[in-house]
């Protein structure tokens, strides 16, 4: 994709050359000063500018602040952004993102948002920037991408009441997510887990539902959570597969 800059040069150069005709065409040089000018400004900002970028984006950093993604990703992530200015809904879901990048919470910065999708990606981590910046989300879906652990600060949700990290590759049930308060659901499904702290005290007074399902649990574990009595419905596979 051509940059933005470099069309606007290639129709100046094109107007420049027709109007050098004249050799004794003063507005030459000055064509020329600019097409240098512009060439410069270009070369020294190392990255290319999409014109499909809105202004505000490409005054902070324009692609350059989107480093996981490129090219249509950045487009679509910021399409996506905008329209959760109007509905309170952040769906950045099948975005081929490795990490949040900065910009999305310079877009959200002014915007409570209530849910937050960022399922199908490829992020290994959260920030803790993330519990800062939408402290009041009651709604996270983390599913479907290469996460093994969430940040300690994600207890600073304090009005999350579903949380969904299943299809990731947790091999212990995060600690930090008994230590939501409103948290009602937890779908953990297809992980890696083996097995749970059941001595861990739960914040949440409200949890209905913690969901284990296609993990392979341990055998002593399963035997465990036989006597275990939990305040919560607690869903776990019937089939039981060889210990990993």
């Not at 040069?9 to 030459?28: E, K, L, R, V």
């Not at 952004?81 to 809904?89: L, M, P, Y």
């Not at 275990?228 to 869903?235: A, D, Y």
């Amino acid at each position: 994709m051509r940059p933005f800059g470099n069309d606007i040069t290639n129709i100046q150069h094109n107007a420049g050359s027709a109007g050098n005709n004249d050799p004794n065409d003063g507005n030459g040089n000055r064509n020329n000063d600019n097409r240098n000018s512009n060439t410069d400004e270009e070369e020294g900002s190392g990255q290319e500018v999409d014109p499909r970028v809105p202004p505000h984006i490409a005054r902070i950093g324009g692609i350059g602040t989107f480093p996981p993604i490129a090219g249509q990703g950045v487009i679509r992530v910021v399409q996506r952004c905008e329209e959760a200015k109007e509905n309170r809904k952040l769906d950045l879901s099948q975005c081929e993102l490795m990490q949040i990048p900065d910009a999305v919470y310079h877009l959200m910065r002014n915007t409570e948002l209530q849910t937050c999708n960022l399922s199908g990606n490829v992020l290994k981590s959260v920030s803790p920037k993330f519990s800062q910046k939408f402290s009041l989300i009651t709604d996270l879906n983390l599913s479907h991408n290469k996460l093994t652990r969430l940040p300690e600060e994600l207890k600073n949700l304090t009005s999350l009441t579903i949380l969904n990290i299943s299809h990731n590759s947790f091999i212990v049930l995060p600690q930090v997510v008994f230590k939501l308060q409103s948290l009602t659901h937890l779908d953990a499904q297809h992980n890696a887990i083996l097995e749970i702290d059941t001595e861990e005290a739960i914040s949440s007074s409200g949890l209905v539902l913690v969901d284990l399902r296609f993990n392979p649990l341990s055998r002593n574990f399963r035997r465990k959570l036989q006597d275990f009595q939990t305040s919560f419905r607690l869903e776990i596979s019937n089939n039981v597969e060889d210990d990993w």
